[in-house]
């Protein structure tokens, strides 16, 4: 069973700066795909970064030139260098990923189970 664990969240003040780190575990062939996501109570989850296999990050208009994505081919990990952080940044971010099973070769998308950024003074 593949499965994503997020870290790094927690509380910053505006204009701070946090990372987060999603690793991976489970019988992994290939990833297509892996990407963060964020959601607030009441609103639909939204897409923040995503990274392709070879080729370049998608930003959300709302963080680009604030958030970097870092992609580890080798360890199938994704880290997402938050900075300048804002009130309106404050969420449940989300670490998914679009994976090739290894040995059964079917397609998945999983999700990790969270972490909370609050940017609050």
């Known amino acids: 069973q593949v499965q994503l664990v997020e870290s790094g969240g927690g509380l910053v003040q505006p204009g701070g700066s946090l990372r987060l780190s999603c690793t991976t575990s489970?019988?992994?062939?290939?990833?297509?795909?892996m990407g963060w996501y964020r959601q607030v109570p009441g609103k639909e989850r939204e897409l923040v970064a995503v990274?392709?296999?070879?080729?370049?990050?998608n930003y959300a208009d709302s963080v680009k030139g604030r958030f970097t994505c870092a992609r580890d081919n080798v360890k199938n990990t994704l880290d997402l260098q938050m900075n300048s952080l804002k009130p309106e940044d404050t969420a449940v971010y989300y670490c998914?990923?679009?994976?090739?099973?290894?040995?059964?070769?079917?397609?998945?998308?999983?999700w990790g189970q969270g972490t909370l950024v609050t940017v609050s003074s």
């Open positions: 998914n990923a679009k994976v090739v099973e290894g040995g059964t070769g079917r397609l998945l998308e999983v």
């Open positions: 489970g019988s992994i062939f290939r990833i297509n795909a």
């Open positions: 990274k392709p296999s070879g080729g370049s990050t």
